[in-house]
């Protein structure tokens, strides 16, 4: 098992940068694809990207060129880094977690989850 704990959200400006980070607890953080999510108010959850654990990134339409996902399997953290974000990029992120290869961008195929960060960018 692994447990998640995102950080870093926040309210900025359109065109501002910020980058969140999920921490896992437990072993084999290395053996796990991670996730970023976001829901935003009355949507459903919706996939933003992914890394698996070769290091190959995967990426919805919406944020391809702007955002990036990287990870640390030494420091056991996963990071979403959000540049030129756009008032349609508010919402509550989620980090998620699947051990094993990348399988896809249904939330149904992550089995672990963080609680969530907000991110709020104004117009």
């Known amino acids: 098992q692994v447990q998640l704990v995102e950080s870093g959200g926040g309210s900025v400006q359109a065109g501002d940068s910020l980058r969140l980070a999920c921490t896992a607890s437990g072993n084999t953080f290395s053996g796990y694809t991670m996730a970023w999510f976001r829901q935003a108010p009355g949507k459903e959850r919706e996939f933003v990207g992914a890394i698996a654990r070769d290091g190959a990134t995967y990426y919805a339409d919406t944020v391809k060129g702007r955002h990036s996902i990287s990870r640390d399997n030494v420091k056991k953290a996963a990071y979403l880094q959000m540049n030129s974000l756009i008032f349609e990029d508010t919402a509550v992120y989620y980090c998620?977690?699947?051990?094993?290869?990348?399988?896809?961008?249904?939330?149904?195929?992550?089995?672990?989850w963080g609680q969530g960060t907000q991110v709020t960018v104004s117009s």
């Open positions: 998620g977690a699947n051990f094993g290869v990348y399988r896809g961008s249904s939330p149904v195929l992550y089995d672990y």
